[in-house]
């Protein structure tokens, strides 16, 4: 039973790593990474201090998905994000915020 539960919890570690590297992908695929480091700011701010932001926030999916959506700006600094959509699926935007929130 024990060595049942091991391979069980493996499992499940290797398919989230798995989603969070298609994720990654993802984000790179789209463009999110010309303009946002994983772990340091580039043009936008470093995607695990946007987690770090955030954590706690019920409401943090649904606020990003919104802001990836429709671009912005003030909240990390004078640099607008430009909108993406409709360029990028709405699916894939939720996708990508998800793995952000999760860093």
Do not use: R
């Amino acid at each position: 039973m024990k060595a049942f539960l091991l391979v069980v919890l493996a499992t499940g570690a290797l398919m989230m790593a798995g989603q969070a590297s298609a994720s990654e992908a993802l984000a790179k695929k789209s463009g999110c990474l010309a303009c946002h480091g994983v772990d340091k700011k580039v043009l936008g701010p470093g995607l695990k201090d946007v987690a770090a932001k955030y954590k706690g926030d019920a409401s943090a999916e649904a606020k990003l998905v919104a802001k990836v959506k429709a671009g912005g700006s003030g909240v990390w600094g004078p640099i607008p994000m430009p909108a993406n959509s409709p360029q990028i699926k709405d699916a894939d935007i939720k996708s990508i915020v998800m793995w952000v929130l999760s860093l």
